[in-house]
């Protein structure tokens, strides 16, 4: 009797795989190097916090950060998952949007703005 729905179990089968495969790829191919960042430097920057979101797969920051003629941008940073930050000591509200912070960074290889965060600096003296 078995053999006798094999040709559609095998169909249904091959159908739910490429499906499963599919949905997956997606996500797996999203997922990006850290090439463009120059891990041999570990550069302090300092900023009012513009948005924070410390999610999984990375967390997003953006700083607004004075240059020496007075003027302002915001520059956008990436930094460990959630659960990496949270293991050296990040806890939510730590810091929030309008907060001044320094963060050390790996720059941009191309050397435009941003780089991963490799360590948060509060005001208050805690690091992680």
């Given at each position: 009797?078995?053999?006798?729905?094999?040709?559609?179990?095998?169909?249904?089968?091959?159908?739910?795989?490429?499906?499963?495969?599919?949905?997956?790829?997606?996500?797996?191919?999203a997922?990006?190097?850290?090439a463009?960042?120059?891990f041999?430097q570990?550069?302090?920057?300092t900023?009012?916090?513009?948005?924070?979101d410390?999610a999984n797969?990375?967390?997003?920051?953006?700083l607004?950060?004075?240059?020496?003629?007075?003027?302002?941008?915001?520059?956008?940073f990436?930094?460990h998952?959630?659960?990496?930050?949270?293991?050296?000591?990040?806890?939510?509200g730590?810091?929030?949007?309008?907060?001044?912070?320094?963060?050390f960074?790996?720059?941009?290889?191309?050397?435009?703005?941003?780089?991963?965060?490799?360590?948060?600096?509060?005001?208050?003296?805690?690091?992680f």
């Open positions: 009797m078995v053999t006798k729905y094999y040709p559609v179990l095998k169909t249904f089968c091959a159908g739910a795989l490429s499906l499963c495969l599919g949905a997956f790829s997606s996500t797996l191919l997922h990006h190097s850290a463009q960042f120059d041999s570990m550069v302090p920057v900023g009012k916090v513009v948005h924070v410390v797969p990375h967390i997003d920051l953006i607004e950060i004075a240059s020496d003629d007075g003027s302002t941008r915001e520059v956008q990436e930094g998952s959630r659960n990496n930050v949270y293991r050296r000591g990040w806890r939510p730590a810091f929030a949007v309008g907060d001044e912070i320094t963060i960074i790996a720059p941009m290889r191309n050397g435009e703005d941003g780089g991963y965060i490799q360590e948060f600096a509060l005001k208050d003296g805690r690091k």
